[in-house]
């Protein structure tokens, strides 16, 4: 069975760069995309972007050059670092695994990160 | 970026109430559009996939519809466990983008 498990800090302050881990179990990161997805108070769900199979990576143009996600293949985790970070980035962060021609099948239980003074 | 709008945030039903949400793209998806449903502290779940195939486990009283711009999920017989939120997403073109959510509530 196909599990992610977010991790990181639950408070970032204004600013500073918020850092956060995908661990997978039950399939190896070398195959497929692997996700983050992010959602607002208020419900709204943001696709923030991917790592592929090979490392190549996929970022929304919305967040510009703030967003970089890698990787580290020995240990089947993903990484996600957002720089610049203000209270607009305060969401939930899931990390997700997508499959081709489908949606996202599987998906971490979500790390909620305030941006906060 | 392709919207994806979702015309009712929320409406009530009954028990046993066939439900029909509706997602609309602003343009032509080609029919890569996904229905997630999400339970309050759960993350989202995959549904349905390419607009009407369910995934391993969902139960058939779900089905999908649509084509082109507009996109419909039906629930027949509504359960107590399918109140939740539902969010269309759209995967033809990136950045793949979701609808605002519709939240079924038991009236």
């Known amino acids: 069975e196909v599990q992610l498990q977010e991790s990181g800090p639950s408070l970032v302050k204004p600013s500073q760069t918020l850092s956060l881990t995908c661990s997978v179990t039950?399939?190896?990161?070398?195959?497929?995309?692997w996700n983050w997805i992010r959602k607002f108070p208020g419900n709204k769900l943001e696709y923030m972007g991917y790592?592929?199979?090979?490392?190549?990576?996929y970022y929304n143009p919305s967040l510009k050059s703030r967003i970089s996600i890698t990787r580290d293949t020995s240990k089947n985790q993903y990484y996600l670092q957002l720089n610049s970070v203000t209270t607009e980035d305060t969401a939930t962060y899931y990390c997700?695994?997508?499959?081709?021609?489908?949606?996202?099948?599987?998906w971490g239980q979500g790390t909620l990160v305030t941006v906060s003074a | 970026d392709i919207q994806m709008t979702q015309s009712s945030s929320s409406f009530s039903v009954s028990l046993g109430d066939r439900v029909t949400i509706t997602c609309k793209a602003s343009?032509?998806?080609?029919?890569?559009l996904a229905w997630y449903q999400q339970k309050p502290g759960n993350a989202p779940r995959l549904l349905i996939s390419?607009?009407?195939s369910l995934e391993t486990g969902v139960p058939s009283r779900f089905s999908g519809s649509g084509s082109g711009k507009d996109y419909t999920l039906s629930i027949t017989s509504l359960q107590t466990e399918d109140v939740a939120t539902y969010y269309c997403?759209?995967?033809?073109?990136?950045?793949?983008?979701f609808g605002g959510g519709t939240k079924l509530e038991i009236k």
């Open positions: 997700a695994r997508s499959l081709h021609g489908r949606g996202f099948a599987y």
């Open positions: 039950g399939d190896s990161i070398t195959s497929g995309y």
């Open positions: 343009e032509d998806i080609y029919n890569r």
């Open positions: 390419g607009v009407t």
């Open positions: 790592i592929s199979y090979s490392g190549s990576t």
């Open positions: 997403q759209q995967y033809w073109s990136t950045p793949w983008t």
